[in-house]
């Protein structure tokens, strides 16, 4: 499962916190709505996804 689809599962959660998700992963509210709606994200997304999880941005699957 590619981060984006884990992030986007987890967001649709009825107990998550959009707020928090977006803390954890370093994006602000309305970048997380874009990526709801992108087919890939930007690459200053990626790479702060790919930090707030401790790998390197290649090994994300977006």
Known sequence: MSIRREFVLLAEH???NIR???RRYGISQPAY???EQAT???KAT???IASAL??????LDL
């Open 40 to 42: 890939r994200p930007r």
């Open 54 to 59: 401790g790998i390197a941005p290649q090994l």
């Open 20 to 22: 928090e998700l977006c």
């Open 14 to 16: 009825p107990q998550s």
């Open 33 to 35: 709505a874009q990526q």
């Open 46 to 48: 990626r790479e702060k």
